[in-house]
């Protein structure tokens, strides 16, 4: 098992431009969590899915940040216009019901 | 409001001497906790939740809800210890949302 494989591992990017992260999740796990981690706020819960039906997107900061996902395999967290503020570690998580999170290695941001 | 307090964050002690990473939490429903580490640059991996009540590296943690707290300890700290550690709350209930403590920044000195 690869575990909740994220891509890209390290982004930079200009303001102003349209970033993608990228999530698959561990086979077989049904809720996935996208988490922002800063020195300041610590890890912040963006959004999480449940059976790729979005429960709770309370905590994506502005409507310049939106994530999908289209199946059980595939999430992706967009930021369109992205700012030097965005830059973060961005986090992914799933779980199957009943077990624990498994998180993915991370996609360090940074807006320049 | 489910909130989850580290209050420390930096905790710096000598290889062999105690550590407790302290850990407050505040919340109306029947609380689940969890502690997640960090190693640099790693990703976050579970160490122990209270429900297990085990022991997972020395570690151990034992959940105190008169004083709603969860605080990590260790008998004797190992410089391999040095790490980032979460208190996480299960927020969610059936849902099972995590919500994170900000950490502290655990160093261990040789």
């Known amino acids: 098992d690869a575990g909740v494989i994220q891509s890209p591992r390290h982004e930079v990017t200009e303001m102003g431009q349209e970033v993608t992260l990228r999530c698959k999740p561990i086979s077989g796990h049904n809720s996935l969590f996208w988490y922002r981690q800063t020195m300041m706020r610590g890890l912040e819960l963006l959004i999480y899915f449940n059976n790729n039906v979005p429960i709770d997107d309370s905590g994506m900061p502005e409507d310049r940040f939106s994530a999908k996902m289209p199946n059980a395999s595939f999430s992706t967290l967009k930021i369109q216009p992205s700012e030097p503020r965005d830059s973060a570690v961005y986090f992914c998580a799933s779980r199957v019901t009943g077990g624990g999170y498994t998180f993915g290695s991370g996609t360090r941001l940074t807006v320049v | 409001a489910q909130r989850v307090t580290q209050p420390e964050k930096l905790l710096s002690v000598f290889k062999g001497a105690p550590v407790e990473l302290k850990c407050n939490y505040s919340?109306?429903?029947?609380?689940?906790l969890f502690w997640y580490v960090q190693y640099s640059r790693q990703r976050l991996q579970l160490l122990l939740r209270?429900?297990s009540r085990e022991s997972i590296k020395g570690f151990t943690a034992d959940l105190n809800k008169g004083e709603t707290s969860f605080h990590l300890k260790k008998p004797f700290a190992q410089e391999e210890d040095s790490a980032m550690y979460y208190c996480a709350l299960n927020s969610g209930g059936s849902n099972y949302k995590l919500t994170f403590g900000k950490g502290t920044l655990l160093t261990v000195n040789p």
């Open positions: 209270h429900i």
């Open positions: 919340y109306s429903g029947s609380p689940e």
